[in-house]
């Protein structure tokens, strides 16, 4: 079966997944053609999570990934355009259905390839994965032990807090600010713990000294020592009022 074909009908297999609950209670032969096809990429990701395993070093996970996600993209790009795209998904799920909100199923492809993603710094499919995660009520694998809101922010925190320590210049980030933002906008309402609110106020504070904006990095800081005291943003905070009443001080001197 060539590639460009092979694809294809990956694409088509995706959707009818997708919308598994119509199709089964159709009674269509197409159901089960979508089973048989998910069952085939279950097995192949299990022997790829597995040879994942036997890696040690994050780099070169992070480059398996980056090689093994292709396989599952088509996949999980036509499961997610019929998610978003069925008036279902934004209608809620009927109680005590036993399905995920919309009717949706938990597709296992499309929830391993948000949490790729974002291992290898692929934001924007991330975000748009988890639109369509967010309306099916996806989870992620259990191993990972996290909702994926929270994982999603976590990561992104902990991504930016690290750029903005090794003071990698804001146009070689992975995390720019509008990332940021993006992100922020993505995850509004939704409850979190204090912890992981806190690094995300922390990675904002970063995000904003770099743009120069200091008195938006004071009021990120004080929000994430106010949910986390062991945050690790007194120094900074110290050193952002110093040089605010700095810049005040200087601005009411009269010129000469």
Known sequence: MSSLFRRHRERILA??????????????????????AYDTLLMALAEDNARLSNV?????????????????????????????????????????????????????????VFVWSIDIGDYDTAL????????????????FRRRPADFLAEQLAEAAIDECYREVAPDARTVTRALFDRVMTAIAGIDMHDEISAKLMKAGGGLSESDDDLSGALDYYERAIALNPKIGVKTKIKALKKALKKAADDSRQPDK
Do not use: C
């Not at 919308?19 to 053609?33: I, L, P, Q, V, Y």
């Not at 070093?57 to 088509?74: H, I, S």
């Not at 748009?128 to 191993?143: G, H, Q, Y």
């Open 15 to 36: 959707a009818q997944h997708a919308e598994a609950d119509r199709a089964a209670r159709a009674g269509g032969t197409s159901w089960h053609t979508a089973v048989d």
């Open 56 to 112: 040690r070093g994050t780099e070169a996970k992070t480059a398996l990934k980056r090689e093994l996600l292709p396989t599952y993209r088509d996949w999980s790009d036509a499961a997610v355009d019929a998610i978003l795209s069925s008036d279902m998904a934004s209608d809620g799920g009927s109680e005590n259905s036993g399905e995920n909100n919309g009717g949706h199923r938990q597709d296992d492809i499309v929830a391993h």
């Open 128 to 143: 748009r994965l988890f639109s369509a995660i967010s309306a099916a009520d996806m989870t992620l694998p259990e191993r």
